[in-house]
């Protein structure tokens, strides 16, 4: 059997005044495909987001919910650069080479949080930053995959604790 290719994950999207940044683990096959974060349809993050902002993201294009982001200084990015995976499931990432994210708290002045979503992201992100600084909080939020099969409301709960930083 042939091993699988690696793939590799988007840019980070933020601008220079990013407040708060959310850390997903790696792309899944959709979003790649689409070089857009979140592009599956049965992904909950648009949906869960747009509750904590109080703005119908799903309704709007890729494009403009990058901007709705960007005005509201939060960033997008994930904390491995490239794994080899077949398919999208976290669980079967592999030789994982990750994203500079203790960078942020250097490139990023503004920040007060970072934000992971879902397991993986949150034990490989907090190994990678180690300790915040102090003024800047780091939230494990529950994933927004469909994998996680928790209910929308649950995930909401969870999420709803980043209105304090945007």
């Known amino acids: 059997m042939a091993a699988e290719a ?3 994950g988007l840019p980070a999207i933020a601008r220079r005044d990013a407040r708060l940044f959310i ?3 790696l792309p899944g ?3 790649l495909v689409a070089a857009r974060y979140y592009a599956h349809p049965s992904n909950q993050f648009w ?3 747009g509750q904590v902002l109080g703005e119908d993201l799903p309704a709007l294009g890729y494009a403009k919910r990058l901007d709705r982001l960007a005005a509201r200084q939060i960033g997008l990015w994930d904390v491995i650069a490239s794994a080899s995976r077949r398919g999208s499931l976290d669980q079967a990432i592999r030789d994982a080479q990750h994203n500079r994210i203790d960078h942020l708290l250097r490139d990023y002045p503004d920040l007060r949080a970072i934000a992971f979503n879902g397991a993986t992201a949150s034990a ?3 190994r990678l930053i180690g300790a915040a600084p102090a003024g800047v909080t780091l939230v494990d939020l529950p994933s927004s995959s469909a994998a996680n099969t928790r209910s929308l409301a649950e995930k909401a709960k969870g999420w709803s604790v980043l209105a304090g930083f945007v």
């Open 6 to 8: 690696p793939k590799f």
């Open 23 to 25: 850390l997903g683990s």
């Open 29 to 31: 096959d959709a979003s």
């Open 47 to 49: 949906r869960l987001l």
């Open 124 to 126: 490989t992100g907090r």
